[in-house]
Every structure is written in C-alpha cells, then in structure tokens.
C-alpha cells in the first residue's frame, strides 16, 4: 500500500485547508491512520490519528478545535480539515498508516507507524 497526499498550499492565517491522503490498496479494519507535520529545523510532530474500524479520534493539543481527522471507507482516504490556520501550522504534512496496532491506543510517536506517505507542504502567511 502507497500514500499519496494532496491539499497543501498556501494560506492566510485565520484561512483553511483541507488534506487528503489515499491509499493505493485496502485499508483494513484494524490499522490506524493519521497525520504528521514537520516544521523546518523542528523535530516530526504527531497531528492526529484515528481507528478505521471505528472511526475513533486523538489529536495533539495544539491543533484541538481546529482541526478534524475523518475518513472515507470506500475511498481508502483520510481527511484533515484545517481551520484557523495559524503561521505555527506551516509544515510538510504526512499521512501514516499503522498497521496491526493490535488493539493498543492512538500512538503519537512516530515509531509506532509502517507507513509514510511523501508530505504536503502547507504554509501560512501572517
């Protein structure tokens, strides 16, 4: 399975973005699906993950209320919905896949995911 991620670009702050990231094959029940960002000279920083059975969601403090994860089974493709861009946000975006999680929480740490897609650059001017 590849990932292929679109919906970068260039926004203005208080703008916003919608990401998406489609799988090239099934995405099976238990995997997990999320999102990473990395700012220039800043260490890989989780985003937010969810279960594909059930949908169920984790993010990182500082985009709570902003940003939704979501998915479309049929599709095999993950959303993030970005809102209120703010210039702390500019990063390349990665999707992830974690495969056979086995039943263990949301991880946050990069480690835990199998597979990476190749990055959406998003920027927000001020």
């Known amino acids: 399975v590849q990932l292929q991620a679109s919906g970068g670009g260039l926004v203005q702050a208080g703008g916003s973005l919608r990401l998406s990231c489609a799988a090239s094959?099934?995405?099976?029940?238990?995997?997990?699906m999320g999102w990473f960002r990395q700012a220039p000279g800043k260490e890989r920083e989780f985003v937010a993950a969810?279960?594909?059975?059930?949908?169920?969601?984790y993010y990182t403090d500082s985009v709570k209320g902003r940003v939704t994860i979501s998915r479309d089974n049929a599709k095999n493709t993950v959303f993030l919905q970005m809102n209120s861009l703010k210039p702390e946000d500019t990063a390349v975006y990665y999707c992830?896949?974690?495969?056979?999680?086995?039943?263990?929480?949301?991880?946050?740490?990069?480690?835990?995911?199998?597979?990476w897609g190749q990055g959406t650059q998003v920027t927000v001017s001020s």
């Open positions: 094959g099934p995405i099976y029940s238990n995997w997990h």
């Open positions: 969810l279960t594909w059975r059930e949908g169920r969601t």
């Open positions: 992830v896949v974690r495969q056979n999680p086995s039943r263990t929480p949301l991880a946050t740490s990069s480690g835990f995911y199998d597979l």
